[in-house]
T-cell receptor, first 109, second 114 residues
């Protein structure tokens, strides 16, 4: 079965970089995703990476994938107060998404 | 519409009552998914539709849960004889196809069973 794990909390100062880590277990995963959930809002797709890539950059977001260790990370450069949210790592195998419990990121001034 | 919509946004019900949750996927998306998110937890997969068929119902927690989809569009998730442990946010997502394609999520229905 699939099992996705992530740390529960991250506190970061405004302007610093945030790094959110995730580990997964299903080696057949084809895509890995990062979703953002703000209070009272639905899940917003932030970015995704195909399993044959090891890095993807999209503006302030950098995704690193270590397929050997089944480790995924999301780096947010120049973190802003609007980045405060819960970030979910998810892996897709077949058509199903398996999610981690989410990392609550708090940005302090 | 522009995105996935769900209704109602909030539902409070008494234990033992039946509830229906509705999802309107993005127009043209053939695949539709239901997930459940309990407080402080990640999402649990419930069921997947490709067109109007549900090839995978493995995530449905019990026979009190059922779902249908008509016209390759709207889907309804029904929970019969609700229990307090059914309290959660129920999220719907859709994608252009099944495998390998990005799922876009609705805002969810927050269900509270008293």
């Amino acid at each position: 079965g699939e099992d996705v794990e992530q740390s529960l909390f991250l506190s970061v100062r405004e302007g610093d970089s945030s790094v959110i880590n995730c580990t997964y277990t299903d080696s057949s995963s084809t895509y890995l995703y990062w979703y953002k959930q703000e209070p009272g809002a639905g899940l917003q797709l932030l970015t995704y990476i195909f399993s044959n890539m090891d890095m993807k950059q999209d503006q302030r977001l950098t995704v690193l994938l270590n397929k050997k260790d089944k480790h995924l990370s999301l780096r947010i450069a120049d973190t802003q107060t609007g980045d405060s949210a819960i970030y979910f790592c998810a892996e897709m195998a077949d058509y199903k998404l398996s999610f981690g419990a989410g990392t609550t990121v708090t940005v302090r001034a | 519409g522009a995105g996935v919509s769900q209704s109602p946004s909030n539902k409070v019900t008494e234990k033992g009552k039946d509830v229906e949750l509705r999802c309107d996927p993005i127009s043209g998306h053939t695949a539709l998914y239901w997930y459940r998110q309990r407080l402080g937890q990640g999402l649990e997969f419930l069921i997947y539709f490709q067109g109007n068929s549900a090839p995978d119902k493995s995530g449905l927690p019990s026979d009190r849960f059922s779902a249908e989809r008509t016209g390759e569009s709207v889907s309804t998730l029904t929970i019969q004889r609700t229990q307090q442990e059914d309290s959660a946010v129920y999220l719907c997502a859709s994608s252009l196809g099944g495998d390998l394609l990005t799922q876009y999520f609705g805002p969810g229905t927050r269900l509270l069973v008293l």
